[in-house]
């Protein structure tokens, strides 16, 4: 299935190797990963300055430099006294234009955590991460560490956003509280997104609340997930990864509807 959330940026002016002072540059946090003290000091511990390679530079209107890419080389060079580094500057570029990218800089290179990734997202303005951020707060909820208004689950409800639209995703929590309450173990990605597939497929036959009942009644989260895991790993004969345990938990929520419906009504598994 195709993306339906691409990146792009507007044509601009670039440079290529251009050497810039160390003291010269900055960072936007709102653009940016979360600076790894240990991983700079590591480079510059066992950094080679000739093989530095080039940094990503964004210069703005009012001639300020900020590092799109290379914030941990920018950091060891600064630990090592090492005073030019060699940029790609990127010019007309405004804070979100940066944050976006810093995304494609990094989507095949080292790349930054879910969170880093989620929260400049939402200062790129990209619609998937600002999408998504809206049926969370419609549900009183934030991206996080999980706890029980947090969700920790970023690349798999960022999924269900990008393959089923956000209303799905807002229905995903809705159906997962009013099953379990409002809990740490209610949002497990597996559990999203097993919900989230039954409802991308099949939502428009679905009764909410009906669903809600259903999967609340059979057991609580926490044994959901004990059960996911152990069906979809078979004692370590099958494959275990999040998509298998995502798709196990669809085909129990399958199961669990169609209990004690007529054969006409029930739904069958995508």
């Known amino acids: 299935m195709p993306k339906r959330y691409p990146y792009g940026l507007p044509e601009h002016e670039v440079e290529h190797g251009v050497p810039i002072p160390v003291e010269e540059l900055k960072i936007d946090e709102k ?16 950094m080679v300055p000739e093989a530095l390679g080039t940094i990503v530079v964004s210069q703005r209107e009012d001639g300020d430099r900020y590092i799109v890419d290379g914030m941990h080389r920018w950091h060891a060079c600064k630990l090592r006294d090492i005073p030019i580094l060699i940029a790609e500057v990127h010019h007309g570029l405004d804070q979100q234009e940066e944050a ?50 947090t969700v920790g689950a970023v690349a798999g409800v960022l999924r269900i956003t990008d393959l089923y639209g956000p209303e799905t995703l807002e229905r995903t929590l809705k159906v997962a509280e009013d099953a379990w309450g409002r ?11 097993g919900i989230g597939m ?46 298998s345990r995502v798709s196990t938990c669809y085909q129990l929520i399958v199961t669990t509807w169609n209990a004690g419906r007529r054969a006409e009504n029930r739904i069958s598994a995508a």
Not at 33 to 46: D, F, H, P, S, Y
Not at 235 to 240: A, D, I, L, Q
Request: charged letters at 25%; hydrophobic letters at 35%; zero cysteines.
């Open 31 to 46: 653009a940016q990963r979360t600076l790894n003290e240990q991983r700079a000091a590591g480079i510059a511990k066992n």
């Open 100 to 149: 976006v990218l810093f995304l494609i800089k990094n989507r095949e290179s080292s790349k930054p955590t879910p969170l880093d990734e989620y929260k400049i997202g939402l200062t790129a303005g990209l619609p998937l991460f600002v999408d998504t951020e809206t049926a969370l707060r419609k549900r009183n909820l934030a991206m996080g560490s999980t706890g029980t208004n």
């Open 183 to 193: 809990t740490k173990e209610t949002w497990d990605g597996m559990l999203l997104g």
């Open 198 to 243: 039954f409802l991308g497929r099949h939502g428009d036959d679905i009764n909410d609340k009906a669903l809600a009942e259903k999967i609340g009644k059979k057991d609580p989260a926490f044994r959901w997930r004990a059960n996911i895991v152990a069906l979809a790993s078979a004692g370590g004969t099958r494959h275990s990864g999040t998509g």
